[in-house]
């Protein structure tokens, strides 16, 4: 059971219109049986300060990874997690978040890990919510559990490990951090908390592409023309490509794989969410310094 | 420390929180960030003397002062949109006011990681707490000395 997809004439314009809503298309199907919405916040509280009505939160560091491996839910766990928020496998998801949906893309990208078929991203986010004064409101959202099939995880279409990159070398690689993160300067965004990394720069050929980018003023996401001008003509992605873009841990790197693959309809787009605090760390892997994207070393 | 000698608002916070459940133990933390004061009048128009927590992955500036009598006040300001690192702060906010130098430069570095909200929270983000725990100290120990 599957909800109506939104035929607004901006989506229509994107590759796979189906994986965005509207505000206004959102506004009119709160309720709506076979509709669940979740909201996916970097502040674990903010859902709890006020929500769209209806809408659950998930949050991406307590609840989508696995608490002891570096990893995220087995099959098990994540039939559990979503059977507790009333999400059954043919349910349509529509995931919104803080900040340009960063964690709201991130949320979705593990759920197509699990091949959930049917999920969403609410364009511009909580802050277009907000901002168009829709409502709001603290009530707690009375969930029916249902039962979610366990399905394990299917990694290799859209994850990529740090072999995985050493192998793509030559083939386009997207680095979706700040500047300075990119050339080294710093190994976290400016003023985020220090991660670890022991090195700064990027991987050996990577174009910058940083991930906000993607977004409007608004928080929604650029015309198709406007991002097809970003990764097209200026990072030189072509149609049939194979891509893999990374950030610092996979999060912000969602964001990209979400504009590549669903927005602009490249086939081959992976996400390493090793990124660079396991790259940065690695012991003999090849990085470069400074603002030039670098040559493949010689193997 | 144990909670004989952890100065009593910190003790009872911490008793607070390690009485709930996971769950429960994000709405206290809603409730502490519901509860951090504005900044005092004679600071708004001062952003300098503001030291930004970089620990913290959003914006939050705290103040430490000595007053007349001697005692300790930690002043912060975050964003409404960071619930969570106001709620670190207000817990920090309350937990030292009107201690004595000595005590808050007593206060254990891993506070922040004895209240449970590890599992609540995560692990990453309670380090915003210790970090704002350590720059707050520091402060104070500045001051002493200046």
Not at chain 1, 120 to 137: K, S, V, Y
Not at chain 1, 242 to 269: K, M, N, P, Q
Request: a negative charge.
């Amino acid at each position: 059971m599957s909800v109506e997809f939104d035929p607004a004439a901006k989506l229509a314009e994107y590759a796979h219109p189906e994986r965005l809503v509207t505000t206004e298309w959102l506004a009119e199907r709160l309720g709506q049986p076979g509709l669940v919405v979740v909201e996916s916040d970097e502040d674990v509280l903010l859902y709890e300060t006020g929500h769209i009505p209806g809408a659950v939160k998930v949050d991406w560091h307590t609840e989508l990874n696995d608490p002891v491996v570096r990893d995220y839910l087995t099959g098990e766990q994540f039939a559990a997690l979503l059977g507790s928020k009333g999400i059954a496998r043919d349910t349509t998801v529509v995931v919104y978040g803080d900040k340009n949906n960063w964690w709201a893309a991130y949320a979705l990208w593990v759920f197509t890990l699990f091949g959930h078929e049917d999920v969403r991203l609410l364009d511009g986010g909580r802050d277009l919510w907000i901002a168009e004064g829709r409502p709001l409101t603290t009530d707690p959202t009375e969930v029916t559990p249902v039962e979610y099939p366990v399905v394990e995880r299917e990694d290799s279409a859209i994850r990529a490990f740090k072999e995985d990159v050493l192998e793509h070398l030559g083939k386009p690689l997207i680095d979706v951090r700040s500047p300075e993160e990119y050339s080294g300067e710093r190994t976290t965004m400016p003023a985020y908390p220090e991660e670890g990394a022991l090195r700064g720069g990027h991987i050996p050929t990577a174009a910058s592409v940083p991930w906000a980018r993607a977004a409007a003023a608004d928080g929604t996401f650029k015309t198709r023309a406007e991002l097809d001008a970003i990764y097209r003509d200026e990072a030189g992605l072509a149609d049939g490509d194979e891509v893999i873009a990374y950030c610092r841990i996979g999060e912000r790197s969602s964001h990209t794989w979400f504009v590549l693959t669903h927005l602009l309809g490249f086939d081959h787009v992976r996400n390493y969410d090793g990124s660079w605090t396991e790259w940065g760390n690695a012991v003999r892997v090849p990085i470069v310094t400074g603002v030039e994207r670098g040559e493949v070393p010689g193997r | 420390m144990d909670a004989t000698t952890l100065p009593a608002r910190l003790a009872e916070t911490r008793e607070d929180f390690l009485a709930l459940g996971v769950k429960d133990r994000l709405q206290l933390l809603l409730e502490f960030s519901n509860e951090l004061p504005e900044l005092p009048e004679r600071y708004r128009d001062h952003p300098d003397l503001l030291e930004r927590v970089v620990e913290c992955q959003s914006p939050v500036y705290i103040f430490v002062e000595v007053d007349d009598a001697g005692l300790v006040h930690m002043h912060a300001t975050a964003p409404a949109e960071a619930p969570t690192t106001r709620g670190f702060a207000s817990i920090l906010a309350q937990g030292l006011d009107g201690l004595t130098p000595d005590e808050v430069l007593a206060v254990p570095a891993d506070y922040p990681q004895s209240l449970g909200l590890g599992e609540a929270v995560s692990p990453l983000r309670v380090r915003g707490m210790s970090g704002m725990l350590a720059r707050a100290k520091r402060q104070l120990a500045e001051r002493l000395a200046g």
